[in-house]
């Protein structure tokens, strides 16, 4: 039996059936093929969640080979997609014709209808998840009907199906809203916190992300600019043996091996955490160059994640209470805790429903395949999420079902409704699905 998991591996699943589906015709067979034998089945795009939403004991089905791009119209800044396609290669194909991504998360491997159905996000309180530039998508439902959706056709579907959790149908193409390509001018160094929590700093950029470092004594800013294209490079400083010397074997293999003694001997943690910011986040620089590799960075190796929206209403106290848990002895808080912005929208189950919210991730490496105390602080930081009125990344790891879910979204029952509408024997489940749809 084939056996699946996540990118962390922390999740993995051994499905009854594997179908890959490289058509639209692919897609309708495979989901013929469950139907036929009354199983659940799930979809996967490039298993990067870090949680197990994607996946299945049952069906699963790979769409990333439906990775096409169908067109893409420069007078509208607007690009036809299939949903397999990373968003790499979609940044890649819009760059060609002078068009981007209005605004990237971290990094490009996803595939776009992954990204859409967990609402991925970058930062820039102006810039919403990538699931508000769909301007239309086209999905198979589970009894083999296309559908196309936008707001004029099945606009009930279109609307809450922007970030559907693959509860809903297989989506194979997506309408986007995009923008002509851009550079950004970035200024990033060591900031204070408190300096970093008011909206004069944040909001004084076009996008703007904070590192909380526990046990360093400064925060990291990164803001940048939107300036036009000159198709830059961003320059790189010092020889490639300097660069492999620090990123390799430093950043990567100094730090991991840092944080696997400092799950022998937590003790060690703080000064693991200061180390790493001593040669990575102490002294201030400034880049210009593109969009793509201004946004995005290496995150290094496996780990596990937890992000919550809170409003921006709340958010310096929210940053203050993460922050007294983390220099708190007792949690293995590992750098950084990643403060980002993003616009509110209007998508039934989106974070950022109803305005612009402040995210708050943090994280817990996994040196060497080691899984160090990781649930005591991921606990502790989702009971201060909730007390701050906050609303879990989808995709990331958070503890509670339904009825809190339900009460932290208007429209719960107008994505309940649409899901009974394309999917009401409930063949897109798997566990999550039950642990966190009801
Ligand atoms: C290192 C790292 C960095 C990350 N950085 C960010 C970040 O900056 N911002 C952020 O918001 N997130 C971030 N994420 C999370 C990531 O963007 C999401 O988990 C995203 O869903 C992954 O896309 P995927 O293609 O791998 O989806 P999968 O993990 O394969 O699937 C996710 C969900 O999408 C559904 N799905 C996939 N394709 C389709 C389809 N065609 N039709 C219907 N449903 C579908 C699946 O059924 C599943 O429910 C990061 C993850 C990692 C590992």
């Not at 093929?33 to 994607?54: F, M, T």
């Not at 922007?162 to 550079?183: H, I, M, S, W, Y």
């Not at 390799?248 to 001997?265: K, M, N, S, T």
Request: a negative charge.
């Amino acid at each position: 039996m084939n056996r699946f998991e996540n990118w962390a591996e922390t999740y993995s699943s051994r499905p009854q059936v594997v179908k890959y589906a490289d058509t639209v015709d692919d897609v309708v067979t495979g989901l013929e093929a469950a139907r036929a034998e009354g199983a659940a089945v799930r979809v996967l795009g490039a298993a990067q969640s870090p949680n197990d939403i994607a996946m299945s004991e049952e069906h699963l089905l790979v769409v990333r080979g439906l990775n096409q791009v169908r067109e893409i119209d420069r007078e509208r800044c607007e690009v036809v997609a299939e949903a397999g396609i990373s968003l790499g290669e979609l940044a890649a194909a819009l760059a060609r014709e002078r068009l981007a991504l209005p605004n990237l998360s971290s990094i490009l491997r996803q595939s776009l209808g992954g990204a859409a159905a967990t609402g991925t996000h970058g930062t820039g309180l102006r810039w919403g998840s990538l699931s508000s530039w769909i301007e239309g998508f086209e999905m198979v439902a589970v009894d083999g009907m296309l559908v196309r959706a936008d707001r004029s056709a099945h606009a009930d579907l279109w609307s809450v199906g922007r970030l559907g959790l693959g509860a809903l149908g297989v989506q194979t193409a997506f309408r986007l809203k995009v923008v002509p390509e851009f550079d950004l001018r970035v200024e990033e160094g060591p900031v204070s916190l408190e300096t970093a929590m008011q909206a004069e700093w944040y909001g004084g950029a076009d996008h703007a992300r904070v590192w909380y470092l526990p046990h360093v004594g400064h925060a990291w800013g990164w803001r940048a600019w939107r300036v036009p294209a000159e198709r830059r490079r961003t320059e790189k400083h010092g020889s490639e043996i300097g660069r492999w010397w620090k990123d390799r074997v430093l950043g990567y293999h100094g730090f991991q091996a840092g944080l696997w003694l400092a799950g022998v001997f937590p003790a060690m943690l703080p000064a693991v955490n200061r180390a790493y910011s001593g040669v990575f986040l102490k002294d201030p620089r400034a880049s210009v160059g593109g969009s793509v590799a201004q946004f995005t960075f290496d995150c290094l190796f496996h780990q596990r994640v937890a992000e919550w929206a809170v409003p921006l209403e709340v958010a310096e106290d929210a940053v203050t209470a993460v922050r007294e848990l983390g220099e708190r002895g007792g949690f293995q808080a590992h750098l950084p805790v990643e403060i980002r912005f993003t616009a509110g929208d209007d998508i039934a189950l989106s974070p950022t429903f109803g305005g612009a919210r402040c995210w708050i991730g943090i994280v817990s490496y996994i040196p060497w395949g080691r899984e160090l105390y990781w649930r005591p602080w991921f606990e502790a930081f989702e009971a201060r999420m909730l007390a701050f009125g906050g609303r879990p990344h989808w995709a990331k790891e958070f503890a509670i079902g339904p009825e809190r879910l339900k009460a932290m979204y208007p429209e719960w029952a107008e994505f309940q409704a649409v899901r009974d509408e394309y999917d009401p024997n409930r063949r897109l489940k798997n566990r999550y699905t039950e642990r966190v749809l009801g």
